[in-house]
């Protein structure tokens, strides 16, 4: 029965395995004449959950014209190196990507060091023309691996799926992208979902630069495991701490043991517990400090309370006793760090009240420079003004005070021409 492959994984919540559609066969349909190849893959955080399932792959073509008969728009594209992220990878085929509904990574059992991507089209043309401009080619002009594009007819689901929810859209809400918080919605944009089972716009992890993932902080590429320099064995591993040479505990070949025998380097570290261990004393040893002498490693030695001045060697120490003076010890560093980080808070408060006491009487400043020049302009304005008015009224007074003078000749005159008039 065909499922949904979409997500439904959200930031708050452990991420869910996502189902693969498994293609349906169609009735009548011609008998391929290619065979299939079943390959196992797992994907998911193997601390978390881990996802098994096969996959039914078309082989290699010989030629891009033979293409085989019943292929789907679901491909694999098999060996990408670890050391290429998912923005590389979004990168390489970024001409596609508008094309492309979906893609998940996925491991092939056996290949550590590489892993697979199924992309599923939108359509058999575009399939068709991605695996034609892809397949056989280099994925850098630096490197030597090449993109290997197989045609996939089915893809399944072996192992149990923990906390694995159907989705569906009509009863279930569209999980949505961790980065940009928009909905997964596989018709308008692309979706890749990680190794680790977690979903994300394709457009948005393709500016994710680091392989880990932006959620779990799960690395696709996994550190290299230890192994013993002489026989080669990943088991019971002891690291020397003076100058790294990984040899085997006293369980396997003693590789260890021999080392310090030849160097006197006696002190390493268990690869799995962290713990160290004291070859010569042949104890653990909680603490190490470097010697002034000599600037070799040594073991930090108890303190004894019976000697006067203490002879730092001896282990009579009472046990109540030294956690009595341990807890005091601790006591009086907790005070002096309180009182330390109260003096430095005090002083960090005056440091920052006197710089906003310096910007207030700054601005004040300021303010009153603004309020005196703005004063200043008015009142030059304003006299300029009065200045204006003064001018206007002195030409009045002038034009009134000629017309007064020549009111009074007239009035002679009119006399005159009366006084003519009358003798007449």
């Known amino acids: 029965m065909s499922t949904s492959w979409r997500s439904s994984t959200a930031v708050s919540s452990p991420p869910i395995p996502i189902p693969i559609p498994i293609p349906i066969p169609i009735p009548n349909e011609e008998p391929s004449s290619f065979s299939t190849s079943v390959f196992n893959f797992s994907s998911g955080n193997p601390r978390i959950e881990e996802t098994r399932g096969l996959m039914h792959l078309f082989p290699d073509q010989d030629s891009p014209s033979t293409l085989p008969f019943g292929r789907k ?166 690291i020397c701490v003076i100058c790294g040479f990984v040899g085997c505990g006293r369980y396997k070949a003693g590789h260890a043991i021999m080392h310090w025998k030849e160097t006197q380097h006696c002190y390493a570290l268990d690869v799995e517990t962290k713990r160290v261990w004291d070859f010569a004393g042949d104890n653990y040893v909680h603490r190490l400090i470097q010697s002034k002498t000599d600037g070799k490693l040594v073991e930090l030695n108890t303190h004894c309370v019976h000697a006067e001045n203490g002879c730092g060697s001896c282990s009579c120490e009472d046990n109540s006793i030294s956690e009595a003076l341990l807890n005091s010890k601790v006591e009086a560093i907790v005070n002096e760090y309180n009182e330390l980080l109260a003096t430095q808070l005090e002083n960090q408060k005056s440091y920052f009240e006197s710089l906003l006491q310096e910007v207030k009487e700054e601005t004040e400043t300021k303010i009153s420079k603004a309020v005196q020049k703005a004063v200043s302009l008015k009142q030059q304005k304003i006299q300029a003004k009065i200045d204006r008015c003064n001018k206007e009224k002195k030409f009045l007074e002038e034009l009134n005070e000629n017309l007064v003078k020549n009111e009074d000749a007239w009035k002679a005159k009119l006399l005159e021409i009366e006084e003519s008039l009358d003798i007449s």
């Open 73 to 238: 728009p679901l491909v694999c594209v098999v060996g990408v190196p670890n050391h290429m992220t998912y923005a590389d990878f979004c990168q390489f085929c970024g001409s596609f990507l508008h094309h492309i509904l979906e893609m998940r990574i996925v491991r092939m059992d056996g290949t550590e060091d590489q892993y697979s991507v199924l992309i599923r089209f939108d359509d058999q043309d575009s399939t068709d023309s991605f695996f034609k401009h892809y397949n056989g080619r280099r994925f850098s002009s630096l490197e030597v691996e090449i993109c290997r594009v197989l045609f996939t007819l089915d893809v399944q689901y072996t192992g149990s799926i923990e906390h694995a929810q159907p989705s569906n859209a009509t009863s279930t809400e569209q999980p949505t992208c961790p980065v940009c918080l928009e909905r997964l919605d596989q018709d308008t944009s692309g979706i890749l979902t990680t190794i680790c089972n977690h979903s994300f716009h394709c457009s948005c992890i393709s500016k994710w630069a680091d392989s880990s993932c932006p959620v779990c902080r799960y690395c696709q590429q996994q550190a290299e495991k230890s192994i013993c320099s002489v026989c080669r064995t990943t088991e019971n591993l002891w």
